[in-house]
């Protein structure tokens, strides 16, 4: 089923992800990039394409903690692994502080495969399985931006 507004599925966090990839397309186009939002798109919104910076598409996370920690699914099902997913990238923005987490999707897929059973797995509400990562600690392949 898809809502026309991600706030009708997912009341509080659809309008922060909504906000996120709002800031994240403005701090970009601040920066010189050449940036396409997709918010009302259900074609591009379901296969992780929210925005695209110059030419590439980015798949907006807007869930990084106050302690610049941030959580990634690690289930097939979820948005990291999901087939349907065609995005490149992912970021990871801090509504805090405009801080980004960037990384390619398949960099994290191999991370997370090789390194699965030395990660703290955890379950949300809704049953998904979660890894944690600290804006402090990050893979070598994960970029921070100011």
Known sequence: MWF??????????GKIGKTGERNVRLLFKNAGHDVVSHPRSIKFQ??????????????????????NSFAVE???????????KESPYIIHYSRFNDK?????????QDYIKTNY??????????GNLLTWFSFNALPKFVTILN
Do not use: C, H
């Open 4 to 13: 026309n507004k991600l706030e009708q599925k997912f009341p509080v966090t």
């Open 46 to 67: 379901t296969k992780g394409n929210d925005i695209e910076i110059d030419g590439v598409s980015v798949d907006v996370k807007t869930n990084v903690s106050k302690s």
């Open 74 to 84: 690690v289930d097939k099902k979820g948005w990291l692994f999901n087939f349907k």
């Open 100 to 108: 980004m987490a960037v990384y390619l999707r398949e960099d994290m």
């Open 117 to 126: 059973n030395n990660l703290r797995i955890v379950k949300d509400k809704q």
